[in-house]
């Protein structure tokens, strides 16, 4: 009767009817703080985009001066001269494309760090997940198995008073049971830290977890190396953030080139005031025109250069990392599915190993040794499947969030 419970809860992965897997991922993405970091850096990149927007306005200028003069009759009079208008800088309309491009490709980078950063925490989270339902398959066979080392250990005892069996059998049936007592304190231990954990992450009460339900089967998923990484290349969003990394580069080595430019600066307005006595007023121009003879714009040139150079090796460093992280969750995924069949049968040749035996046991065809040795092989064969039905769905759950929405 045991076994049977016990095949009947790990033929399929479950999950909480009140949290489900798709719930619980959402939650822990809405509770993440590194997520929300991200999500900050992107409106600050969007407020940075804005100001690169705005850079090359022209602005508003009022100037007022006064200083002794010559009067004309020989005289020290005050010389006030108020003017407004505008200025341009002409060096900004020259950075002005190349600059904007940069503040535009670096927003988008922010914006592909945020998907990478919710995947991030779907993965973790999904990992947390699994583990609690593992914890719990794993804490339900411990019980089971203690309360079948407690039947043996009443049959034993019934033996030994009947005079069909030693003292050792009752010996050894009280040190089993002393054995399944602390697996079991071990097993609720994990289970108490594992559903802490997902507590933390994910912002939910313990009351979610109180009910399971089968889990819902997701779409497939390739389980070829080749097709997944292949997949994954064009829909990563770590990648997407390198290839906008490098173009923000570009574009800020051609701003920087730009600055070799002399710099003109225009104002122009309307002035009037009293010059020698006499009251003045027109329009009035000035062109300021500066030449770097520093060396300092080449040393900016050279240092934007190596910055471009460092996010091209670094969007070769996660093409690589997607290759090999892909390539291993496709073969890991496909391998969990073999060994998920594999566990199913040795669990139930483990299970009728153990009824064979009982009855044998019953019959004095069997020893007391017997009874343990096949209880043992059947508690492992079932934790094994236990882990490997989680195993399989958190390696699916991997591989689709390794190969990007």
Known sequence: MIAAIVFAAVVSAQQFSALPLDAALRAAVAHSPDVEQA????????????????????????????????????????????????????????????LVRQ???????????????????????????????KAIAALQLREQDYAGRSSDMHAAQLRYRAGDAPRIDVVRAQVALASAQADL????????????????????????????????????????????????????????SAKSAIAAEEAAVDATRRGFFPAVTVSAGYTSGVDTGIAVHGPSANVTLSVPVSRAQSARVEAEQARLDEARAKAEGIRRQIVLDVGSAARTYAETLRAQISAARARAAAQAELRATQVGYRNGASSSLDVSDARRTYLQAALNEVSAVYAAAQAQAVLEEEIGP
């Open 103 to 133: 503040a535009a490709f670096t927003l988008a980078g922010a914006q592909s760090d945020l998907i990478e950063a919710q995947r991030a925490e779907r993965l973790k989270s999904a990992g947390l997940y699994f583990s609690v339902l």
């Open 39 to 98: 999500r900050q850096r992107v409106r600050e990149n969007a407020a940075l985009l804005a100001a690169a927007k705005g850079g090359a306005a022209p602005s508003l200028t009022a100037n007022y001066a006064a200083a002794p003069q010559a009067g004309n009759d020989n005289n020290t009079v005050i010389q006030q001269l108020t003017t407004v208008g505008g200025q341009v800088t002409l060096g900004d309309y020259l950075a002005y494309a190349p």
């Open 185 to 240: 304190d071990a097993a609720r231990v994990d289970l108490a830290n594992a559903q802490n954990a997902l507590e933390v992450e994910t912002g939910s009460a313990p009351a979610a977890f109180a009910q399971l339900q089968p889990l819902a089967q997701p779409a497939p998923v390739p389980a070829n190396a080749d097709a997944a990484v292949t997949r994954a290349l064009l829909m990563r969003s770590d990648l997407a």
